[in-house]
C-alpha cells in the first residue's frame, strides 16, 4: 500500500486548497478513505470519511460546510477540497485506508492503518 499526499501549501485565511491523495498497490475502488490532521503539539484529530463507493461522506463538525472529499476511481485518488480556510486549519494533512496496521485510527467500527506521509498546510490569519 503506497498513499502520497499533495497540494498542500501556505494560504492565507479565506483561501482555498484542494488536496490530493494518489494511491497505488491495492484495489482502490474496494476500500473506504479518510483525511486526518495533527495540528502542531496536538493529536491526530479525524476530518473527513468517504465510503468505497463514494456515495456516502462524513465530516468532522470543525469542518462541515467547509471541506468536501471525493475519490476519483479511475485516477486511484482521494481528494480534500478545502474552502473558507482558518488558521486552526493548519496542520499536517494525512490520508488513511482502511484496514488492519501498525497504527490504526477508529471510526466508528472501522480501522484504518495504513497512511501517507502528509502534507503540510498551513493558513494564516
Known amino acids: 500500500v503506497v498513499l502520497v499526499e499533495s497540494g498542500g501549501g501556505l494560504v492565507q485565511a479565506g483561501g482555498s486548497l484542494r488536496l490530493s491523495c494518489a494511491a497505488s498497490g491495492f484495489t482502490f475502488s474496494s476500500y473506504a478513505m479518510s483525511w486526518a490532521r495533527q495540528a502542531p503539539g496536538k493529536g491526530l484529530e479525524w476530518v473527513s470519511f468517504?465510503?468505497?463507493?463514494?456515495?456516502?461522506?462524513t465530516y468532522a463538525d470543525s469542518v462541515k460546510g467547509r471541506f468536501t472529499i471525493s475519490i476519483d476511481n479511475a485516477k486511484n485518488t482521494l481528494y480534500l477540497q478545502m474552502n473558507s480556510l482558518k488558521p486552526e486549519d493548519t496542520a499536517v494533512y494525512y490520508c488513511a485506508k482502511e484496514g488492519r496496521g501498525t497504527m490504526e485510527f477508529t471510526l466508528g467500527w472501522r480501522k484504518f492503518g495504513s497512511w501517507g506521509q502528509g502534507t503540510q498546510v498551513t493558513v494564516s490569519s
Open positions: 468517504i465510503d468505497s463507493g463514494g456515495g456516502s461522506t
